[in-house]
């Protein structure tokens, strides 16, 4: 089964951090950019941070720039979203998603059909 998975949401204080995986099984990441998306309730969804297939590319949206760090494990078929200094705001539900195009800035507002694989996302809640 060809499928995206992300686990390591959770609920977290103001300030702190949580580390997301997007883990794939059936193919391989290697050819693949990596986007990043959340979705708060009542809201569209947003694209949060990308990286192109080697990892040598990597874009964030303002919102979340020196807070998010986004990296790439091909070896282990895996992404990651490291995120730290979490606000209220980045509550949402993240998803993870694989596309085969380059990482820009631009690939975060692409129509979601465009990207070929989506996971079921991972609830993150910040609050005290």
């Known amino acids: 089964q060809l499928q995206l998975v992300e686990s390591g949401g959770g609920l977290v204080q103001p300030g702190g951090s949580l580390r997301l995986s997007c883990a794939a099984s059936g193919f391989t990441l290697d050819y693949l950019a990596i986007g990043w998306f959340r979705q708060a309730p009542g809201k569209e969804r947003e694209g949060v941070s990308c990286i192109g297939s080697s990892g040598g590319s990597t874009n964030y949206v303002d919102s979340v720039k020196g807070r998010f760090t986004i990296s790439r494990d091909n070896a282990k078929n895996t992404v990651f979203l490291h995120m730290n200094s979490l606000k209220p705001e980045d509550t949402a539900a993240y998803y993870c998603?694989?596309?085969?195009?380059?990482?820009?800035?631009?690939?975060?507002?692409?129509?979601?059909?465009?990207?070929?694989?989506w996971g079921q996302g991972t609830q993150v809640t910040v609050s005290s």
């Open positions: 998603a694989a596309i085969h195009e380059g990482c820009s800035i631009a690939t975060l507002s692409v129509p979601d059909g465009l990207y070929d694989y």
